[in-house]
C-alpha cells in the first residue's frame, strides 16, 4: 500500500508569504496527525483529525496556522503569514487506531521542510 | 504531562559493535506505549520498535532491542552488530494507549556509525 505523502518535500518562502503543506494519509486511515521539528527542537504535536473532523488541535502554535481535511482525505497546514521561527520540518502521520490501543506507531510522511527567510 | 529525555546529543560507534541509545520518561498514564523511530537523512521517519507498558518482556526487532526497566522510567534502545546505513536521528517516543493520543518526542540522538 502507498504510504504517507506529503508535499511539497522542500518549500522556501519570504517572511510574510503565505504556504500551503499538503499530507494524503494512508487511504483508509481516519486519523491524520501535524506535528513539526523546529530549530532542531523537539518534534511536538499540531493538531489531529479524526476524519474531516478537528479532535485536537491543542498543539496549534498560533492563529497563523490553519489545517483542513476537507472530505476526510487528505489534509492541508496553511501558514499565513509566514514568519522566521515557522522554519522547521513538518511531519503528517496517519493511522487506523480503531480500539485505542494500538500497539503500533502511526506510518509517519517524510516530512516538509519549511524554510522561512 | 508526559514527558521524554534523551541525554546523548551525538554518539559514535564502531561498525559491527552494539550501541544503547539512552531514554527515560516521564508519564502519570497508567497504559502507555514507547516507541523508537530513525529519521535517516532523507527525513522519512521509521518506526524501529515499541514496548508497551503491560509488557514483561523486552521488545525485540532484528538488531533492535528495547531495554525496559519500569521502575526508573527508562526505555533505551540497543542496536546490535551496527552497520554504515544505522547513521541516523533515533527518537524516542511515547503515546498514552488511549484512542487518539499524539506523541511525545525526545530531542533525538544522532549515531554515526564509524568504517
Known amino acids: 500500500e502507498a504510504g504517507v505523502t506529503q508535499f511539497p518535500s522542500h518549500s522556501v518562502i519570504e517572511k510574510g508569504q503565505t504556504v500551503t503543506l499538503r499530507c494524503d494519509p494512508i487511504?483508509?486511515?481516519?486519523?491524520l496527525y501535524w506535528y513539526r521539528r523546529v530549530m532542531g527542537k523537539e518534534i511536538k504535536f499540531l493538531l489531529h483529525?479524526?476524519?474531516?473532523?478537528?479532535?485536537?488541535e491543542s498543539g496549534m502554535p498560533n492563529n497563523r496556522f490553519l489545517a483542513e481535511r476537507t472530505g476526510g482525505t487528505y489534509s492541508t497546514l496553511k501558514v499565513q503569514p509566514a514568519e522566521l521561527e515557522d522554519s522547521g520540518v513538518y511531519f503528517c502521520a496517519s493511522s487506523q487506531d480503531t480500539e485505542g490501543d494500538s500497539n503500533y506507531g502511526y506510518t509517519f510522511g517524510s516530512g516538509t521542510r519549511l524554510t522561512v527567510v | 504531562a508526559q514527558k521524554i529525555t534523551q541525554t546523548q546529543p551525538g554518539m559514535f560507534v564502531q561498525e559491527k559493535e552494539a550501541v544503547t541509545l539512552d531514554c527515560t520518561y516521564d508519564t502519570s498514564d497508567q497504559s502507555y506505549g514507547l516507541f523508537w523511530y530513525k529519521q535517516p537523512s532523507s527525513g522519512e521517519m521509521i518506526f524501529l520498535i515499541y514496548q508497551g507498558s503491560y509488557d514483561e518482556q523486552n521488545a525485540t526487532e532484528g538488531r533492535y532491542s528495547l531495554n525496559f526497566q519500569k521502575a526508573r522510567k527508562s526505555a533505551n534502545l540497543v542496536i546490535s552488530a551496527s552497520q554504515l546505513g544505522d547513521s541516523a536521528m533515533y527518537f524516542c517516543a511515547m503515546r498514552a494507549l488511549l484512542y487518539g493520543q499524539n506523541f511525545v518526542f525526545g530531542p533525538g540522538t544522532r549515531l554515526s556509525v564509524l568504517p
Open positions: 487511504s483508509g486511515h481516519d486519523n
Open positions: 483529525f479524526v476524519k474531516e473532523s478537528k479532535q485536537d
